[in-house]
């Protein structure tokens, strides 16, 4: 039981950095969505969206991290291994709020075909990349303060040897 239990501690621990930081950013994607909509209104679902999408991109941010093609660029430049890793959250960011858009067509429609002809002519493009620039600033946040913590890691242990 002390395995799971270590278990469960480990992942909630590493959990909070990123949650935390989805959990505002999706917030304000929410907000930016209401305004952009001119509804100015922030219903009890949209923020539970907010709340769960900021837990699920959490996780997927842990089990990346353990992807090696993630760690290209760690030896690199701060810089560089940054934009690496928003580049892929940011590729992955688009094809869920791709799908995101795209099911509940789908369900409507009735049809996955129709689903598609439906998301390019429905989607408010505009609306689109206006949040998605946001959330690639928002990767580019969370990226700089972990990438630059693992280089002056590794000064460190550089210097200590």
Same mark, same amino acid.
């Given at each position: 039981?002390?395995? $799971?239990?270590?278990?469960? @501690?480990?992942?909630?621990?590493?959990?909070?950095?990123?949650?935390?930081?989805?959990?505002? +950013?999706?917030?304000?994607?929410?907000? !930016? @969505?209401? *305004?952009?909509?001119?509804?100015?209104?922030?219903?009890?679902?949209? /923020?539970? $969206?907010?709340?769960?999408?900021?837990?699920?991109? %959490?996780?997927?941010?842990? *089990?990346?991290?353990? /992807?090696?093609?993630?760690?290209?660029?760690?030896?690199?430049?701060?810089?560089?291994?940054?934009? #690496?890793?928003?580049? *892929?959250?940011?590729?992955? !960011?688009?094809?869920?709020?791709?799908?995101?858009?795209?099911?509940?067509? %789908?369900?409507?429609?009735?049809? +996955?075909?129709? %689903?598609?002809?439906?998301?390019?002519?429905?989607? =408010?493009?505009?609306?689109?990349?206006?949040?998605?620039? #946001?959330?690639?600033?928002?990767?580019?946040?969370?990226?700089?303060?972990?990438?630059?913590?693992? @280089?002056?890691?590794? =000064?460190?242990?550089?210097?200590?040897?």
């Amino acid at each position: 039981m002390s395995k $799971i239990l270590h278990f469960l @501690k480990h992942e909630f621990q590493a959990a909070i950095a990123p949650f935390t930081c989805f959990f505002i +950013l999706f917030h304000l994607l929410d907000i !930016t @969505k209401a *305004i952009m909509l001119k509804s100015y209104g922030l219903t009890p679902t949209s /923020m539970t $969206i907010a709340t769960v999408g900021a837990l699920i991109v %959490a996780k997927a941010v842990l *089990i990346a991290e353990q /992807m090696p093609f993630m760690h290209l660029f760690a030896k690199r430049h701060p810089i560089v291994n940054i934009l #690496w890793k928003t580049l *892929i959250y940011g590729g992955f !960011t688009v094809v869920f709020r791709c799908l995101e858009e795209l099911i509940p067509l %789908a369900i409507k429609h009735k049809s +996955l075909a129709v %689903a598609i002809q439906s998301f390019f002519s429905e989607v =408010s493009w505009p609306h689109f990349w206006g949040l998605q620039i #946001w959330l690639m600033v928002g990767l580019v946040f969370y990226n700089c303060p972990e990438v630059l913590n693992l @280089k002056i890691l590794f =000064s460190k242990n550089r210097h200590t040897n």
